[in-house]
């Protein structure tokens, strides 16, 4: 009885070895340096050669082990990327970061934050795979802390803004959209219009304040509530918010989801969407979209984030490589205000 050759499982066994490339050369019947100048395609070996040596790797099942080879030689070709895995927005950056870095020559490396695993803690975790650079999805981490990190790597925020010089950020403008939100509710007649705020949150303390300017052009006061990026925090805000009297006639979440959350929970307490109360959130995800939401909301770029965060990484990684300083780029994208029927005019009272 033969032994099973490498990469053919035998009966029974559900795991087996990576392949080698000296197994390819053994079964082969070639030495390993030819199999080497083979799989390197350089000079030094025949057609034949190259043709039988490439059919019996394909038998295999052997694959090159290109992050070691790349590591041979200084580079990962990594971006490491941290993110928040409830967002759903998150999800939809991702997969333009995937995209954008690929046609680049780099892959991704993904890095959870949780509710039990801190953002430092993933941040470390892509520092171990050698990433050449970081992009941050809505960090929370403080401006000394990043730029403390960026002394070893370039580092890239995603959907918060900053004002450094030591590393490069890209963002909606949070600010603006915040300010289209309320003149849309006030061209609709609403005057009694609150904010559900997220201020721990990237682009928080932006949206706060644009509505709060827009507001006072409006001759209008203010009502913040706290609130989250969750539904269960809309839901908890919208709660209060419809026990006032008065009660809010439109409102302005701080996302998206917090704004599923506020439109479930006000039909929960009896009042529809949008004939009793007005309902923005931001970010245009994709749930904002489904026909039993149909939520009016600000829309952000996600391929537009994803794209120019990984021009930012690679802009400071070929700096570094001419061995040049760059100042901190910070981007600011526009935000689009989409209408959909959550939002309507204000009922008349007779």
Known sequence: ?????????APGHSSRRRVTMRDVARVAGVSQPLVSIVFRDVPGASEETRAHVLAVAAELGYRRDERARLLRQGHSRLLGVAFEPVQPFHGEILDGLHTAAQERGYDVVLSA????????????ALLRDRCEALILLGSALPQTRL?????TLPVVSVTRAFDAQAFDSVAADDHR????????????GHRRIAYIDAD????GARRRTGYQEAMTAAGLGDLIVPGGASEAEGAAAITGLLDRDPAPTAVMAFNDRCAVGVISQARVLG???PEDLSVVGFDNSEQAS??????TTLAQDPRQLARTAVDLALRRLDAAAEDSAVPGEHVVLPAQL?????????????
């Not at 730029?147 to 002394?151: A, P, R, T």
């Open 113 to 124: 934050v949780t509710p039990h695993r801190a953002e430092d803690a993933a941040l470390d």
């Open 1 to 9: 009885m033969t032994p099973d050759a490498p990469g053919r499982e």
């Open 338 to 350: 989409v209408t959909r029927t959550s939002t309507a005019p204000v009922a008349v009272s007779l």
């Open 290 to 295: 489904l026909p039993y939401i149909d939520l």
């Open 147 to 151: 730029e403390q990190i960026s002394l």
């Open 177 to 188: 959209g915040a300010v289209l939100a309320v003149e849309h509710l006030l061209d609709l």
């Open 200 to 203: 721990r949150e990237a682009g």
């Open 271 to 273: 009042r529809c969407v």
